[in-house]
């Protein structure tokens, strides 16, 4: 399986790999938490909490996401979804959500209305009950714990919210994945972590409920949060499931694991140009688009897909693929009649790349390569937003089509236009992925008058090599001849990262300034 590293540009850049540089707070489970506020707005016996999460495993007992003590809280009890109902013990879901990808959770509850009150994993109910709230308990808001039993999270929070209305079903279907700007009606907290930096969290809503950081370090602790303008995200790591959080799972129909673009086993799905492919389901996309994913074609098959959403042939159809039998580029959609951007000579056979395709609000269409733009089409058009259940990866809706052969890997798909910085920081953070992720001391080396140096000679002929990249992910050295010292001078002025590998699969990485 796959395990991805961005080096140390993932802590210099804060804008890579999610859109709109996307953050969530991770917590220790030992003793982080965000306090907030007991404001009067807070204090409701009829309202919708809600917060993404991402664990492997919060730990034992009763651990805190967000909670407001006396009053209302939201919990995982050995990992599975409940609340906490103070002097009345938990209502559990027995729903394990430790599964290492990000979820949406909600409470929705009014005060002793029987069976008033539920718990949604995901946009669905999941649990309805009887809850009751104790008004104006005189305690702040947590997240990252309860206090109930002083037990702390161990895992990402992100887009944590509090609402002073009761959220229906069809509401927090509609509306879970998506981004707040911080006016919506009823809204009387928002946190969605994207400061950073410092050590206090900004309450968007404008109701003054800003959360304070304890326990916790502010340099290391934020982490890529859930992108809620991310549609689908299919990494291919050993399945077909969307980590995007929104549930569109893909069905298998053919296609086996295979060797990424890394090297890595059972983390990329091969084609066989005959008859796989995998059906992503029925969901609502259109408008403002980006699609980017990883493909070897080991052949040109006629039209062969990498994606077709559509509702049958020339029917609203979102088309990327080979163009006619030959190398070219073909990125389509049918609204109002088919408008297409062909780009020829673009794909390279039995060669991994990385591809990006845009449609602007106003309707331009983009295509890139390798994170560089090769095509625009200015009078082009933007697909409608309506509900597609005919949605493909490696087949077409026409029949005159063929199956595409070759592989996939790591397709994502926005509901909004990427820039070209954002598509190129995606593109840099595939590049670099390394397959064991154990460090070892940076203070064994250092870099000193444009000169590597390592301390203790003894340990040189434990290092198998030495590496370096630039910050757009490109590797401009690498050397196994490893000395006490290693000149530089022969790269320009920059900032770079080395990466330190040693012999039994353990580096460290180092960023430095050559002057």
């Given at each position: ?19 709109s ?5 991770n ?24 917060a993404?999460?991402?664990t ?11 909670a ?11 990992n599975n ?16 959500l ?11 509850f ?24 104790v ?18 999270f ?48 900004t ?30 995200y ?10 995007s959080?929104?549930g ?102 039995s ?50 089509d ?24 995606l593109?840099?953070?595939?590049t ?8 070892i ?10 000169t ?39 790269l ?21 300034i050559?002057?």
């Amino acid at each position: 399986m796959k395990t991805k590293l961005l080096l140390l540009l993932i802590m210099f850049f804060s804008n890579i790999y999610v859109s709109s540089a996307q953050k969530a707070l991770n917590f220790d489970g030992v003793n982080d938490y965000v306090v907030g506020t007991n404001n009067a707005s807070l204090n409701t016996s009829q309202g919708t909490i809600e917060a993404w999460i991402k664990t492997s495993n919060a730990g034992a007992g009763l651990r805190g996401i967000m909670a407001k003590p006396q009053q209302y809280g939201i919990v995982l009890k050995d990992n599975n979804l409940a609340v906490a109902e103070w002097g009345q013990g938990e209502k559990n879901t027995n729903v394990n959500l430790a599964d290492g990808i990000w979820h949406h959770v909600a409470f929705s509850f009014n005060n002793m209305v029987a069976n008033g009150s539920k718990l949604y994993i995901d946009g669905l109910p999941v649990l309805a009950f009887t809850y009751q709230v104790v008004a104006g308990s005189g305690q702040q808001i947590l997240v990252g714990t309860s206090s109930k039993y002083q037990q702390y999270f161990n895992g990402a929070i992100d887009q944590v919210r509090v609402w002073n209305t009761q959220k229906t079903d069809a509401e927090i279907l509609a509306n879970y994945n998506k981004c707040l700007n911080g006016n919506e009606t009823g809204l009387v907290m928002y946190w969605n972590f994207d400061e950073a930096t410092g050590t206090t969290i900004t309450d968007l809503s404008g109701n003054n409920n800003n959360g304070a950081l304890t326990n916790m370090n502010a340099s290391s602790i934020w982490v890529s949060g859930y992108d809620c303008n991310l549609i689908v995200y299919y990494s291919f790591n050993g399945n077909a499931r969307d980590e995007s959080g929104n549930g569109h799972h893909g069905t298998l129909a053919g296609p086996v694991l295979t060797t990424d673009k890394d090297g890595n086993a059972e983390s990329a799905y091969y084609f066989d140009g005959a008859d796989d492919y995998i059906d992503l389901g029925d969901w609502e996309n259109g408008g403002a688009m980006t699609m980017t994913f990883w493909a070897r074609w080991d052949a040109f098959n006629n039209y062969s897909r990498i994606i077709d959403l559509g509702n049958g042939s020339s029917s609203n159809n979102i088309i990327i693929s080979n163009y006619q039998t030959n190398n070219g580029l073909f990125f389509s959609t049918y609204t109002n009649g088919e408008t297409k951007l062909i780009t020829t000579n673009t794909i390279t056979q039995s060669q991994w790349d990385f591809y990006a395709a845009t449609f602007g609000i106003n309707g331009v269409m983009t295509v890139y390569k390798n994170g560089s733009q090769i095509n625009q089409k200015t009078n082009g058009v933007k697909p409608n937003t309506l509900l597609r259940t005919n949605q493909f990866i490696g087949k077409s809706n026409f029949s005159q089509d063929d199956y595409f052969k070759g592989a996939i890997d790591e397709l994502r798909i926005y509901q909004t236009t990427l820039s070209d910085t954002e598509i190129l920081n995606l593109y840099t953070y595939n590049t670099l992925k390394v397959d064991k992720i154990e460090n070892i001391a940076t203070s064994t080396f250092y870099v000193f008058k444009n000169t590597l140096c390592f301390k203790n000679t003894q340990n040189i002929p434990e290092i198998k090599s030495v590496e370096i990249y630039n910050l757009l992910g490109q590797n401009v050295f690498k050397t196994s001849k490893i000395t006490a010292q290693i000149n530089l001078n022969q790269l320009q002025k920059g900032i770079y990262i080395v990466k330190v590998d040693t012999k039994n699969n353990r580096f460290s990485t180092l960023k430095f300034i050559l002057q």
